[in-house]
């Protein structure tokens, strides 16, 4: 089945700066890409997602990367703000199969 | 438009108990997912149903069973519970039996003692 890595674990950086997080899956069959981001008892908030026929996506701050050939995508966060903070997780699927996820990055936005 | 609702927000039982978990989907939405999230880790799929109809399972015991009506809303029942049954459990909802554009409830919190 599907396996998502994810790095890194853990993730600090200036309020300002750019924040990046990659991942990896091991099913080239795979076709859909989201992002999700949890808050301290919230459950995941969608931020953002990719489909397989498209390499980059953007919205405001935030942008995915995707690179089929080395089945890696990444989650780009520009001009951090203090409410970036939180657990970021990707995940992996395709067609009607399950979601399968990384095993999250908490990102620290320090003022 | 609400989002998805979970019930109850926190529940502790004791091993060997059963327990029943409740979730109602986006209105409009006829596929329901559940996830378990142990703490630290990423969302783990138990189930999807759409229409009414299971779609897809993970790798659970059967001790773990689901079940969706026909207003959409799901239930997730497990027996006999163990210590390790303790964590998060996510209800998702979306449109399609595609897994497209998941939207995640808050949570029941279940700890097993």
């Known amino acids: 089945g599907e396996n998502v890595e994810q790095h890194p674990s853990t993730l600090s950086v200036q309020e300002g700066d750019s924040a990046v997080i990659k991942c990896t899956y091991s099913?080239?069959?795979?076709?859909?890409f989201p992002w999700y981001k949890q808050e301290l008892g919230k459950g995941p908030q969608l931020i953002i997602d990719?489909?397989?026929?498209?390499g980059e996506k953007k919205d405001q701050r935030i942008a995915v990367t995707l690179n089929k050939t080395a089945k890696h995508f990444s989650l780009h966060i520009t001009e951090t703000q203090p409410e970036d903070s939180a657990v970021y997780f990707c995940a992996a699927s395709f067609g009607n199969e399950k979601l399968t996820f990384g095993t999250g990055t908490r990102l620290t936005i320090i003022p | 438009d609400a989002g998805v609702t979970q019930s109850p927000t926190h529940l502790i039982k004791t091993r060997g108990q059963q327990v029943t978990l409740r979730c109602s989907p986006i209105?409009?939405?006829?596929?329901v997912s559940w996830y378990q999230q142990v703490l630290g880790q990423g969302p783990q799929f138990i189930f999807q149903y759409y229409e009414k109809e299971e779609r897809g399972r993970g790798n659970f015991p059967d001790r773990f069973s689901a079940r969706q009506f026909p207003n959409y809303s799901s239930e997730l029942n497990v027996n006999a519970l163990l210590l390790g049954d303790s964590a998060l459990y996510l209800c998702a909802s979306s449109t399609l039996v595609q897994v497209r554009e998941q939207y995640f409830g808050p949570g029941t919190r279940l700890t097993v003692t």
């Open positions: 099913d080239s069959a795979s076709n859909y």
């Open positions: 990719i489909r397989s026929n498209v």
């Open positions: 209105s409009g939405h006829k596929s």
